[in-house]
């Protein structure tokens, strides 16, 4: 592979010295974890010349990436880098071109992989460094089948072959950002944006008080920022991650509500598709024209908004604004989503209204500001890693304005404007918002303080299901260091028309939970029937 440094590429700012720290660790052959980023901070280009180092020594590289469609924009960026491809490994590519992969690895003829998690398996004939893109990003726990997280195990390859590993993000995993505030990983922190950017100016918009008329969700404020914007010439972003055209739709007679008949949600209106659909399950069907309860006609009405119903009143409030909804829904390909930033990029879009698909990874020139429509959305569920995961989106949205031409300015409309995560975000204090968080997870002994563990019982039959739960519980192995809380039922407790229960196993970070596990299991009765039970160690999700 023959590298070579793009002829307009010049480091700036802070990039320098973060360069010549990662290049001097690759040649030291330095065993060590590097942490590295700030958002538009230019940490590709950054990492890049440690790839590029790394290369130079004979060594091979491997930079995972957490989505395709991320990747798909990231080959376009290292082949202007560095003046050819690299290779891929990721569940699109074809059987012939995961076997020529392969072989290339193994032989040594692949100086450079780019993929998804499972690329960190494949038989390197001498690999030198690992750079995980995005490192706080769920996507890299493999859920089902074998559970990992991919970011750990390649913590884990990268101490077992002695060689560096850099964890890339903006807004990095509590778990990390501990990691690093004790010493055990260094930093390379990047205060400025690339090109000397300033970072967006931030407001919380206050729903309570300033909210939209009855019947919008975009309130005057965020629409007269939009129209501002838009008459400028610039690009706006309006953000809901909410797929569809509504969360439910209810009878305006007597308030049935449209449900999936395999699971315990609700089902989401989508217009273009004509269906009421289960994100669940799949299970879809055509809006009935009477109600199955009281057999009123014509009588559903939607409630709530998706991505699709903000089109409908964006196209209303911002008349002539050519518009474009980015959703994994809408995606018909790889290359149609690929064409839609290129077009996004481009300018030949005004508006654009996006779920998390453009929360991360994009560079849009003319972006200067971005509307977060309902800023507490990912803060009400129980996942103890809510507030974290809700930084670390809003943070990533937010970051897609005034990245390179004009001031960027970012609107949180937000039902609780004092939340530390709104606080933190208005401020632009990161600092303040993991400094709390951390106080929080190690006063109540949750990661990185703690480690926890769900086992998942699931069945076709309700009291059957509860009955094997409750007996597992019973012969937990007593320990005065272990919490066995459960079992409840899963906040969706039927999926699939399976009923589902679960445990959550709490214990300290030093623990033996892994031995604790098979002591239990070992002695618990076996599934039977339709009854499955899953152990995940150190769960991600818990739906």
Known sequence: MNFKLAADYQPTGDQPQAI?????????????????GVTGSGKTEVYFEAVA???RRGKQVLILMPEIALTAQFLERFTQRFGVPPAEWHSQISPRKRARCWAAVAANAA?????????LFLPYADLGLIIVDEEHDPAYKQEDGVRYHARDMAVVRARENRIPIVLASATPSVESEVNARRGRYARVHLPERFGGQHLPSVEAIDLRREGPPRGRFVS????????????????ALLF????GFAPLTLCNSCGHRMACQNCDAWLVDHRFRRRLVCHHCGFSQPLPEQCPKCAAKNSFVAVGPGVERLEQEAAELFPGARILVLSSDLVESVERLRQELEDVAEGRFDLVIGTQLVAKGHHFP?????????????????DPRAAERSFQMLHQVVGRAGREEGRGYGFLQTHQPDHPVMKALVAQDRDAFYTAEIEVREKTGYPPFGRLASLLVSGGDKHETESFARKLAAISPIDEQVKVLGPAEAPLALVRGRFRYRLLVKAPRAYD??????????????????LKLEVDVDPQSFF
């Open 513 to 530: 939970l892994s031995a604790y596990l098979r002591d239990w299991l070992a002695a618990a009765p076996k599934t039977k029937g339709t």
């Open 240 to 243: 809901l991650n909410r797929r």
């Open 220 to 235: 005057p404020r965020l629409a007269e920022a939009v129209k501002n914007t838009l008459e400028r010439g610039d690009q």
């Open 111 to 119: 100086p450079v992989v780019v993929g998804a998690r499972s690329a």
């Open 20 to 36: 010549e720290r990662l290049v001097a660790s690759i040649a030291a052959g330095n065993k060590h974890q590097t942490l590295l």
């Open 53 to 55: 180092e790394a290369v």
């Open 366 to 382: 003319k972006l200067n500001l971005v509307g977060i429509v309902d800023a507490d959305l990912g803060l009400a569920n129980g």
